[in-house]
């Protein structure tokens, strides 16, 4: 395992985050980096950051000796219905944040320079099998956008190790797949779900919940872990499970986009014998689209 060995601790930056736009300038920072044998982590994100954004960029300090976080709201990745302008950006906050937490470098680059031919029919990278179910069967082309725009940030930053959250599981695997099949030299850490006292997990998408939904918010998560206890007792009739726990999403309010259990490591259908099980869910609440998932461990 990587051991920091020029720092034992983060002590404050006596100089505020540095900001680049340009891949020239970013790619000049990192040169200087590698130059000086540091080891880089980096952590894409589309702004608007919260507590879970800033436990990545924990987690790249205490795998790197520099720290690279990207804001992009990536247009391939939204939907013909999805409000690409609407999406929050909090700029100031977010550089403050960053400082706050000690990354060393903010890359905000903007999409002509991402998308030099534009987005209509760019060059794409796509996971097969991985990116058409689940969250991809409701968003079609949904994580081919982020797929693509990951794998164009891996060759501009071209890190030693890369964060992303366990929140969106199916985006996590899909990326890990990529990265192993593209031959990326990147290790691919995933951290785990930062939740609300009330165990809602943390996203930038929860700011679009009215007060009386946020209240009800926090249930969906109660039902998978419910879900969890099932599976803990040994019960496998799947099907009927994933068909009950339905019901109950929709009766407290929600609209279940779905509800699946699955072989935590790819997704696919569980099997006889299968130890390592993911509960998936996918759920609307008024205008906002939920995800959340638990990782269950049988015995």
Same mark, same amino acid.
């Given at each position: ?54 436990? =990545? ?47 060393? =470098? ?56 890369? =964060? ?75 099907? =009927? ?59």
């Amino acid at each position: 395992m990587w051991r920091r060995s020029s720092r034992e601790s983060f002590p404050p930056k006596n100089i505020p985050l540095n900001s680049v736009s340009s891949i020239e300038d970013l790619r000049r920072q990192i040169a200087e980096w590698r130059t000086a044998g540091e080891r880089i982590a980096f952590v894409p994100t589309m702004g608007n950051l919260h507590e879970g954004h800033l436990k =990545l960029v924990d987690a790249a300090k205490a795998n790197a000796d520099r720290v690279v976080v990207s804001i992009f709201v990536n247009p391939m990745q939204f939907g013909a219905d999805e409000d690409l302008d609407a999406y929050p950006k909090t700029p100031e906050q977010d550089s403050s944040l960053l400082d706050g937490r000690g990354a060393d =470098l903010l890359f905000r680059p903007i999409v002509a320079d991402i998308y030099p031919s534009g987005t209509n029919e760019p060059t794409f990278v796509e996971v097969p099998e991985i990116s058409d179910i689940l969250c991809g069967a409701s968003r079609p082309s949904h994580f081919r956008g982020v797929t693509t725009v990951v794998a164009k940030f891996f060759n501009m930053v071209q890190p030693d190790v890369a =964060l992303f959250g366990e929140k969106d599981l199916q985006q996590l695997i899909s990326i890990r797949r990529m990265t192993t099949e593209l031959n990326f030299p990147i290790e691919i850490i995933g951290v785990p779900i930062v939740r609300e006292i009330d165990g809602l997990a943390m996203s930038s998408r929860n700011g679009y919940l009215s007060e009386s939904e946020r209240a009800i918010a926090p249930r969906l998560y109660e039902i998978i872990k419910d879900l969890a206890t099932e599976l803990d007792k040994g019960v496998s009739e799947y099907s =009927l499970l994933e068909q009950q726990t339905t019901k109950k999403i929709d009766a407290v309010g929600f609209k279940c986009d779905y509800i699946v259990i699955r072989r935590a490591t790819d997704l696919s259908e569980p099997k006889t014998g299968d130890k390592l099980l993911a509960i998936l869910v996918a759920a609307r609440l008024g205008r906002t689209r939920l995800i959340d998932n638990m990782v269950v461990t049988l015995d």
